[in-house]
């Protein structure tokens, strides 16, 4: 089967596209002044907004420190791994091919990050305080840029 170039050199933009997407987070996080500093600012948002008795809290913390942790550490071992794979011009089916499969095996890493967690919490949160969370996630990253753009 003989791939298209061109339809592969896009594709690889794409993938490429997908992946700087992915570390702008990772940026937030240095402008706050570590990734340590995002996490415990995201930690205690998410706390904020979820009203956890002490008892669910102390269940949570560890789950989601080691959630977090975890996440850090996929995306700076594909950053290593993508590190100079910008240049996109004259690379190989062959590589471009290998670029391809590489993200594909970040996102299922990722996905199944997610599903761990999210099973790890259904032993102590309810389906309703699960969905607050990805909430509540979801408005510190809108928080963080806001605050970004105003910088």
Same mark, same amino acid.
């Given at each position: 089967m003989?791939?298209?170039? &061109?339809?592969?050199?896009? *594709?690889? /933009? =794409?993938?490429?596209?997908?992946?700087? =997407?992915?570390f702008v987070?990772?940026?937030y996080? &240095?402008?706050? !002044? +570590?990734?340590?500093?995002?996490?415990?600012?995201?930690?205690?948002? =998410?706390?904020?907004? %979820? +009203?956890?008795?002490?008892?669910?809290?102390? /269940? @949570?913390? $560890?789950?989601y420190?080691?959630? %977090?942790g975890?996440?850090?550490?996929?995306?700076?071992? =594909?950053?290593?791994?993508? /590190? !100079?794979?910008?240049? *996109?011009? !004259?690379? +190989?089916?062959?590589?471009?091919?290998?670029?391809?499969?590489?993200? *594909?095996? @970040?996102?299922?890493?990722?996905?199944?990050?997610?599903? #761990? @967690?999210q099973?790890?919490l /259904?032993?102590i %949160? +309810? $389906?309703k305080?699960?969905?607050? %969370?990805y &909430?509540?996630? #979801?408005? @510190?990253?809108l928080?963080?840029?806001?605050? *970004?753009?105003?910088?």
């Open positions: 003989k791939i298209n170039t &061109s339809n592969l050199r896009r *594709m690889a /933009k =794409v993938v490429l596209l997908m992946l700087l =997407v992915l987070q990772q940026d996080a &240095s402008a706050q !002044g +570590s990734k340590d500093t995002y996490n415990r600012m995201k930690t205690v948002y =998410v706390l904020e907004q %979820l +009203s956890l008795d002490s008892d669910a809290e102390a /269940k @949570f913390l $560890p789950i420190r080691q959630y %977090l975890d996440k850090d550490a996929l995306r700076e071992k =594909v950053k290593e791994e993508t /590190k !100079g794979a910008t240049d *996109m011009e !004259g690379l +190989s089916d062959q590589e471009y091919e290998e670029l391809i499969n590489n993200h *594909m095996a @970040f996102k299922q890493r990722s996905l199944d990050l997610d599903k #761990k @967690f099973l790890d /259904k032993t %949160l +309810s $389906p305080k699960i969905a607050e %969370l &909430s509540a996630e #979801k408005d @510190f990253i928080e963080m840029r806001k605050k *970004m753009r105003k910088r």
